[in-house]
């Protein structure tokens, strides 16, 4: 197994660490951490096939690389999204969790935020 | 050769240990830092990877900005505890196995690759001459792939929007209340006085090299980004109102630019965002120039958040 093989595992085990960091986490901040770790696995995973398909006397796959780099942005925007909407939750209830405290029924089947 | 996989092998095990910690640590502050260095260290396995040009962009948005903008969320939420009900033992052990199961199927698809791997790197190559640029991932943004930058610029323009848009009626158009609080101190006036020159410097080369070798606009805009803020967060500069000209003008400088270009495209090209031959390389440098500016204003306001105080206070 050579390094980008390994490379690549540890992204797949990232995606399941963020993704049970999403499911298990009740704090909104922690979710939004453990998306980004999704992420980051889901650009490793992405890195190690570029890195197999060097060629050409490149590297990498330029493509999947510049694809990354897009994505990152991308991530980082919807990130910053994700913040200023939990500290106006948190201005306008003085509270930051996701539980619907109005109708009681948090466990609802539209509860998902 | 084996000491190099050992290291490799070693920096994937701290990335997981780092990611389990940013996961289940206690303090949400502890984990944001512990998130920080995660993407540091993932900047060094893009290095590991050949590829710079995403090593630079995580180290200095995936861990840089991300990285600020919570740290600053974490230091504000902190009054707000946790009173949320935690998942049942049975529910966390079902989730974990999915969760592992998940992973496990990523593995195998990792692990056992298609005979014959696809790549894109020689049509690259052959393409990449006539635009007159050096860097393969650069060419790929620009030329090839360039509606792709065009619009995740506008998708930066569109979360700015969605965060103003967060401010009460009373704030709208006044200055973004920027969300860090810090007692004024020694250190961080020095440091906002000392490292700013040095951060433009290396902001405006990233960007001026970025053609030929790994850097560009996304990395080069956000040093300059880092740099305005700390000047703002030590309170050596004011931040500015979200209604002003200037800051909206430098705003939209960086897209209109590239989508005048882009249009310019159909008469002086064949298509849209195509270049005419012999005047690629002069025109890409251009359109980063622009979205340089824009890429460091947008980030620095995104960074300072919606806006708290009215224009008249």
Known sequence: ?113 | MTTSLALDIGLAGLILAIGIWTVFARDSLAAVIGFVGYGLLLAIIWVRLSAPDVALTEAAIGSGMTGMLLLGAAARLRPAGNQSTRTSLGGRFAIGVLCGMISAGLAIAILFPPESIPSLAPTVMQNLAPSGLGNPVAGVLFVFRALDTLLEKVVLILALLGVWSLATDRAWGGVPGLRIYLEPSNTLTFLAQLLPPVGVVVGVYMCWVGANVPGGAFQGGTVLAAMWLLVMIAGLRNVPRIDGFWLRFLLVIGPVIFLAIGLAGFVLADSFLAYPAGYAKPLIVAVEVALTLSIAVTLGMLGAGPPERSRHS
């Open chain 1, 1 to 113: 197994m050579n390094a980008a093989a390994w490379f690549g595992v540890c992204g797949a085990a990232l995606v399941g660490i963020g993704l049970y960091g999403l499911v298990i986490n009740p704090d909104p901040l922690r979710k939004i951490l453990a998306f980004n770790l999704v992420g980051s696995g889901v650009f490793l995973m992405f890195g190690v096939v570029a890195k197999r398909g060097a060629a050409a006397g490149l590297g990498g796959d330029p493509v999947p690389q510049a694809l990354v780099i897009t994505a990152i942005v991308v991530a980082f925007a919807a990130t910053a999204m994700a913040v200023a909407l939990l500290l106006r939750l948190f201005e306008a209830t003085g509270e930051a969790n996701l539980d619907s405290g109005v109708s009681g029924d948090a466990k609802g089947g539209d509860a998902r935020c």
